[in-house]
């Protein structure tokens, strides 16, 4: 084989590759070079053009297929570049199961969930065919106890199946808007320390649509019997859908029928469900490989044009790699082959997207970068369906051609689906760009180094156009790591504010038309989170829901900047499981009572891995009203978060939450630097918050500390402690997951 080049990869994206891609020996030590894995994946995707020529010059695709990568011009899914050329062999990213209404087919669903899991993969599920809860169970006499129970099961068994350590199990839940049960899935993630593991979206049809829009009442159909069990007012549900979005990002929703106009085979099935992060619908026991091409290096430099010819390229050895990775793969199951290998979906996206405007010139939130998203899908989705004609001519259609629409459109094609705009977390670290068709997320990052110093990570393009325009310094780069926007940094010329636009300064309104931009374009669907300020009000999220609607887009996920942080400690919620008849008015709020003039309370010292951390716990006549935090020498995020967990412990109290609940909330949550405290451990600054409130209560109450509520550990999210569990980095919250960018953790919430 020729001399290969050597991958030019950033620190970051080595720390990735170290931590979870590259191979590792008996003993945990890396084994392999970036080199090596790229070459391990190249030669055993390669392999698979032998199967249709025997002739095939094998090496010489190897090489294309390598160049590809290590260029870092297009990047397979996670599971392909850890998997292939070894053992395992699972190179598929994206499964959805079946789960109808028996326990034979749900527990069977399970188990098939732990496999895929185990194998590296994520599923998606339909509980819209299990019974309501209450309904009648014939065979036993009993009653249904519905699908958001059964959830509960999937996601225990989720939480214990560890992937190997590479990537984490992550699932999707999808339950129609006509189903009995809505209104409390609409609601099952009130509580964000339950159902840890799945992302949740209703699946609505048109029919609620025009419903929700005229005013008027729709049916809950049980799917047992196929009858109206009961009416709803549709605008009351959508608002309820909207109210549980607005408090915490869940649930998204995925427009069904707008999915299934665009199901390349209607005689197979309806599609039901799509993967994890939403972008993939698939078939029941369908399962797609995804990969992304690098937009940010598909630019001529010296003109600053597209370079379309290298995009052509790049498109053409990217069709090929991903349908020769359907032959290569091993599936978790002989039906999951069979019908993946049917029907051979593959599923080519873009990363880089907002780097590449800025390589242009073009700011991420206008006309012109609209017209430029449209204008490179639209080339990438003709040049691939191209190439799937030629690989037609080549290797055959896919096997179920003359049962889909594409045998009565003419092109006879290779792949039933082909284009796919996917969540690229990890794999935009590794390509050192920009994540999927998202803004950018920051325009400088902190990175924790193996000696818990913390350095400042500038973008590439800003630091150059900084120091060639004069205005770069170190002071102002911490500047601009504590905002979330250059709008009101006034050192930054006009023009370079306008150009690196984060998406804080993207309306919510800009985030769909660029999704629907895209989803033109895609044969599939478009993973795209819309990101709203924290002062974004139930209002905002419904005009976005409902420009998505028009739009043409098939799903839409929201994200309310902080909505997590103060979900933890929220009274009450807008329905409980308690009254699942009908959704409650949006707004109806427990108010805390003021606080009293005077109080009385005592100041406990604990040390946590951050410092000192003094806790003042004060009660009134009515019981515990207030706590105060305040962190001795050390400050910035993490006394401010101390402060602001202080702040939503004392709005509970008096908002009538009892300690307990709250203090079950706290205690085990973790921060990179645990400590210990007279022969016990102290996880974070909100454990430590919750075992002080425990301590007050006991030494008053003269209780045993066994009665005290233990909680069981949960991993710090982007939520309380907004560090990275695993390298004490930042944690950014894109395309339904939140992602470290220093090592690569990455997990669906």
Not at 520 to 533: L, M, P, Q
Request: charged share 25%.
């Amino acid at each position: 084989m020729a001399e290969l080049d050597k991958p030019q990869l950033t620190a970051n994206a080595l720390t990735v590759l170290e931590k979870r891609y590259l191979r590792k020996d008996q003993v945990g030590k890396v084994a392999e070079t970036p080199e090596e894995m790229f070459l391990r994946v190249a030669r055993d995707v390669a392999s698979a053009d032998a199967l249709y020529d025997p002739q095939a010059d094998v090496e010489a695709r190897a090489v294309e297929f390598y160049n590809a990568m290590a260029s870092l011009d297009f990047l397979p899914n996670s599971p392909t570049l850890m998997n292939a050329g070894r053992d395992l062999q699972q190179l598929s990213a994206c499964f959805v199961l079946p789960v109808e209404d028996s326990m034979e087919s749900i527990f069977n669903a399970i188990k098939n969930t732990a496999l895929i899991h185990q194998s590296g993969g994520g599923t998606g599920f339909a509980f819209s065919r299990v019974r309501p809860k209450n309904d009648r169970v014939a065979t036993t006499g009993g009653i249904a106890s519905g699908p958001v129970s059964f959830m509960k099961v999937f996601n225990a068994a989720t939480e214990a199946v560890k992937q190997g350590g590479t990537r984490r199990g992550a699932n999707m839940a999808i339950l129609r808007v006509d189903h009995p049960d809505i209104v409390e899935f609409i609601t099952c993630k009130s509580d964000t320390q339950q159902l840890t593991n799945f992302n949740i979206s209703v699946g609505v049809t048109e029919a609620f649509m025009e419903a929700v829009e005229a005013g008027a009442d729709y049916g809950l159909v049980n799917p047992r019997t196929g009858e109206v069990a009961k009416r709803l007012p549709a605008r009351e549900v959508f608002n309820l859908i909207v109210h549980q979005a607005w408090l915490n990002g869940e649930p998204g929703v995925v427009f069904l029928d707008r999915i299934n106009a665009d199901n390349p085979t209607p005689e197979l099935g309806e599609i039901e469900s799509t993967n994890p992060c939403g972008e993939q619908p698939l078939l029941p026991y369908e399962s797609c490989n995804l990969g992304s091409i690098n937009l940010s290096r598909m630019v001529d430099g010296e003109r600053g044009e597209m370079d379309y010819g290298h995009l052509a390229r790049t498109v053409e050895t990217a069709v090929r790699f991903l349908d020769n990775v359907i032959d290569r793969n091993h599936y978790p199951l002989e039906v999951i082959a069979e019908q993946t290998r049917a029907n051979r979906k593959i599923g080519l996206g873009v990363m880089g997207f907002a780097d590449l405007l800025i390589k242009l010139g073009v700011p991420y939130n206008s006309e012109e970068a609209l017209q430029t998203a449209r204008r490179v899908m639209q080339f990438i989705a003709e040049k691939a369906r191209a190439v799937s004609a030629r690989l037609a001519e080549e290797r055959g259609v896919f096997p179920n051609f003359e049962k889909s629409r594409q045998a009565r459109g003419g092109m006879r094609v290779r792949n039933a689906t082909i284009t796919t705009i996917a969540p690229t977390g990890t794999l935009s670290i590794i390509a050192g760009c920009s994540s999927g068709v998202e803004p950018l997320f920051a325009v400088v990052y902190t990175r924790t180094i193996l000696d818990n110093q913390t350095l400042l990570e500038v973008h590439p393009l800003f630091e150059r156009i900084a120091k060639e325009r004069g205005f770069y310094s170190q002071e102002l780069m911490e500047e601009i790591m504590r905002h979330k926007s250059l709008a009101d940094i006034a050192a930054i010329p006009d023009d370079v504010r306008r150009l690196f636009v984060t998406a804080y300064d993207v309306t919510p309104e800009w985030h769909i038309r660029m999704q629907a931009a895209f989803q033109e374009f895609t044969d599939n669907a478009v993973s795209k989170t819309v990101n709203f300020r924290k002062e974004a009000t139930e209002d905002d999220v419904r005009a976005v829901y409902m420009l998505a609607y028009r739009l043409g887009c098939k799903g839409v996920t929201v994200y309310r900047d902080e909505s997590r942080e103060s979900q933890v400690l929220r009274a009450g919620s807008v329905t409980t499981a308690a009254k699942p008849e009908a959704p409650a008015e949006p707004g109806q709020h427990v108010k805390p009572r003021p606080r009293p003039p005077e109080t009385r309370g005592s100041t406990l010292k604990v040390k946590t891995g951050c410092g000192n951390l003094y806790i003042t716990i004060n009660e009134d006549e009515q019981g515990l009203c207030e706590v105060f935090t305040s962190m001795g020498k050390t400050g910035g995020c993490t006394a401010s978060q101390s402060e602001a967990i202080s702040r939503l412990i004392s709005l509970a109290l008096r908002s009538g939450v009892e300690p307990a609940i709250v203090t079950d909330q706290l205690k085990g949550i973790r921060c990179p630097m645990p400590s210990w405290e007279n022969g016990g451990q102290v996880l974070s600054c909100a454990d430590a918050i919750a075992k002080a409130i425990e301590r007050y209560l006991r030494g008053r109450e003269g209780r045993d500390p066994a009665d005290a509520h233990a909680a069981p550990a949960v991993e710090a999210l982007a939520g309380l402690c907004p560090q990275c569990p695993e390298c004490g980095g930042m944690l950014e919250r894109t395309e339904g997951c939140i992602v470290c960018r220093a090592c690569g953790y990455t997990k669906c919430t």
